[in-house]
């Protein structure tokens, strides 16, 4: 029990002397929906407050075409290009699936970020 005790003692210490930063964006794709020969459209779209937005739409695989819309949001790690097979997937059940960058992450336009600061 004590030595249990000591080494969570240890890791907040240490954690709590780490400055915690930001995120980092990831504007570079890994991969994209034609690389899993999937049909797409990539649509960029102009929000109220003026950013660019990248989305690739997945079209639903006709046969199984359940006339739904599905949006994919991700953590704020990496980009969309990380949800092409779960996109991909969903799409050939039948879904049509959205999926969109953060502002700047993949192809979305960027904007000023305080790295110093986590939120």
């Known amino acids: 029990m004590k030595k249990s005790t000591e080494a969570i003692l240890s890791l907040f210490l240490f954690f709590s ?3 915690v930063y930001s995120i ?5 794709y890994i991969r994209t929906p034609d690389s899993v020969k999937w049909n797409y459209q990539q649509l960029e779209i102009n929000t109220r407050d003026g950013f660019r937005i990248n989305t690739w739409i997945y079209e639903a695989k006709p046969e199984n075409d359940k006339d739904t819309i599905l949006i994919l949001a991700y953590p704020d790690a990496g980009n969309m290009s990380y949800f092409v097979y779960h996109a991909a997937i969903l799409a050939n059940a039948g879904y049509t699936v959205v999926t969109f960058d953060y502002r700047g992450f993949g192809k979305s336009q960027d904007f000023e970020i305080q790295k110093e600061f986590l939120y």
Do not use: A, G, L
């Not at 980092?24 to 570079?28: G, L, S, W």
């Open 17 to 19: 002397f780490n400055s």
């Open 24 to 28: 980092n964006p990831d504007r570079e």
